[in-house]
DNA sequence: TCCTGTAATATGTCGGAGTAATTAAGGGAT
DNA sequence: ATCCCTTAATTACTCCGACATATTACAGGA
């Protein structure tokens, strides 16, 4: 490099890295934790669209954190289309359209507070679409390796019950399956955005009351239909499959 | 503050923001651009995922920019799901399972180049399934003023042709306003992502040939089935659009 | 084979210079 | 006298380099 800079210094920070609080919560990271309470801040409605953040320095200072620290958060922010930043202007949040919905850590952040029954209703809707058009495809594209983890995944389900973590890892890991039968990138990375943030829900489910009725039955259906390669039966099975979890979430929420 | 700074130096920088390469291509910051540059380079397989990336410090002294706008930049990667940084191990590309393939920017990226065939593929086959069950949704929830914006977006699509921008942009319109029709926001954005996209090869499909066949009638079948409320129907044309689309942006991209 | 020490690397922090854009004020024209 | 355009100043973001720290991989010894 060719600035000249004068050796002779013990300038710059003098209390270094460590000090910073505990605040180490949710995010790995300190950026990831201010990222994770604005985004939570903002997604449960805390901040109007339009409307501008603290500056840097005066939002640093009051949180006492480095700028630098802010301003990875908000580049965080930025990159999940919530905020825009523009000098002079400060930064604002972007209307609602902008927002990356389907992004799994925003998806987790609409589901932190007390989630919007109107999105999550959304997300049903959205789910009640593919999950059965996955199945469809699944059934004329799924080999004998896909059948196999499905299988296996059934078992496990029937061993433990869904109240178990066990048993609900078995769930994901049926759903994933088929998922993965379909071949279909998009619509994996989609299904898994979703999936995990409505898990979170699901945890509300089985803490709020017992389930209203045996689903492994149901999941054998689509099995049957997957392997007996019959897409119309195993995209209507899951319908089933579905039309269940959003009766049995909305109800949950409603009380 | 309370760290006793030496107030003797003249430490910090010296040449300041300004002097930076012209490098302001696609992004609209530095660190912007840098992030766009590692991103085209991942998602066009120019890492293997499990890849490391060159050191903070290496990386930053190869480009000439200050580490400042290199971690920035490793951060929005790292917020699209793309990268993962570790002490000592370096920044690593994660596996292709965990990218957010539906952030309009990694979207943007994967087109940016030669886009992946089997992607675009899966991409379109996404939009068969759910674009078709958006006009089965907007035919029973649409108001009037929906109607209205679609018909004034069919009428611009019948005075300027396709092959114009205008025209272009007014199917954009009559697609958006279906959209916006399901009163789903989950729907809305899902579309409105890959929409953008896509768009990209549409560009290359107006270049290569002239459109197969007129596409105003089957627009119009979709309108009829949306405005007289029915489902089945509004889901059928749909579909005979979307795999219209499909069909064509396939076999040119197939030469 | 397991444990421990060392080295390497990313993370967190800091303050400062520079730039861009919004806002306000002033002068000119109608 | 009112309105519009030009100009200047304020403000907040952008980028920079240096330093301190914590975590982890790796290697050497027990």
Same mark, same amino acid.
């Given at each position: 490099?060719?600035?000249?800079?004068?050796?002779?210094?013990?300038?710059?920070?003098?209390?270094?890295?460590?000090?910073?609080?505990?605040?180490?919560?949710?995010?790995?990271?300190?950026?990831?934790?201010?990222?994770?309470?604005?985004?939570?801040?903002?997604?449960?409605?805390?901040?109007?669209?339009?409307?501008?953040?603290?500056?840097?320095?005066?939002?640093?200072?009051?949180?006492?954190?480095?700028?630098?620290?802010?301003?990875?958060?908000?580049?965080?922010?930025?990159?999940?289309?919530?905020?825009?930043?523009?000098?002079?202007?400060?930064?604002?949040?972007?209307?609602?359209?902008?927002?990356?919905?389907?992004?799994?850590?925003?998806?987790?952040?609409?589901?932190?507070?007390? *989630?919007?029954?109107?999105? =999550? /209703?959304?997300?049903?809707?959205?789910? @009640?679409?593919?999950?059965? +058009? $996955? %199945?469809?495809?699944?059934?004329?594209?799924?080999?004998?390796?896909?059948?196999?983890?499905?299988?296996?995944?059934?078992?496990?389900?029937?061993?433990?019950?869904?109240?178990?973590?066990?048993?609900?890892?078995?769930?994901?890991?049926?759903?994933?399956?088929?998922?993965?039968?379909?071949?279909?990138?998009?619509?994996?990375?989609?299904?898994?955005?979703?999936?995990?943030?409505?898990?979170?829900?699901?945890?509300?489910?089985?803490?709020?009351?017992?389930?209203?009725?045996? *689903?492994?039955?149901?999941? =054998? /259906?689509?099995?049957?239909?997957?392997? @007996?390669?019959?897409?119309? +039966? $195993? %995209?209507?099975?899951?319908?089933?499959?579905?039309?269940?979890?959003?009766?049995?979430?909305?109800?949950?929420?409603?009380?």
């Amino acid at each position: 490099m060719e600035q000249g800079k004068p050796p002779e210094n013990g300038a710059g920070a003098d209390n270094g890295g460590g000090a910073a609080k505990p605040a180490r919560g949710p995010g790995r990271r300190l950026h990831g934790a201010i990222a994770h309470k604005l985004g939570m801040a903002i997604l449960s409605g805390q901040y109007q669209p339009g409307d501008t953040l603290s500056g840097e320095v005066a939002f640093a200072e009051e949180l006492e954190v480095s700028r630098s620290a802010y301003r990875e958060a908000i580049q965080v922010l930025t990159a999940k289309g919530l905020v825009e930043s523009r000098p002079k202007a400060g930064t604002r949040v972007l209307p609602r359209n902008r927002w990356n919905l389907l992004d799994p850590e925003v998806l987790a952040w609409a589901f932190a507070g007390e *989630p919007d029954i109107q999105f =999550v /209703r959304d997300l049903f809707e959205l789910r @009640a679409i593919v999950e059965p +058009a $996955a %199945a469809r495809l699944a059934a004329t594209r799924r080999d004998k390796e896909d059948l196999r983890i499905m299988k296996d995944a059934l078992t496990a389900m029937r061993r433990h019950t869904l109240a178990t973590e066990a048993g609900r890892a078995a769930d994901r890991d049926f759903h994933n399956a088929i998922l993965n039968a379909t071949r279909n990138d998009a619509l994996l990375v989609l299904t898994a955005s979703i999936g995990a943030a409505v898990n979170w829900t699901t945890q509300f489910k089985q803490r709020a009351r017992a389930l209203p009725r045996n *689903p492994i039955p149901d999941h =054998v /259906r689509v099995y049957d239909a997957i392997a @007996a390669g019959d897409p119309v +039966a $195993a %995209a209507e099975a899951m319908g089933v499959l579905v039309d269940l979890a959003l009766e049995d979430t909305a109800s949950t929420m409603e009380r």
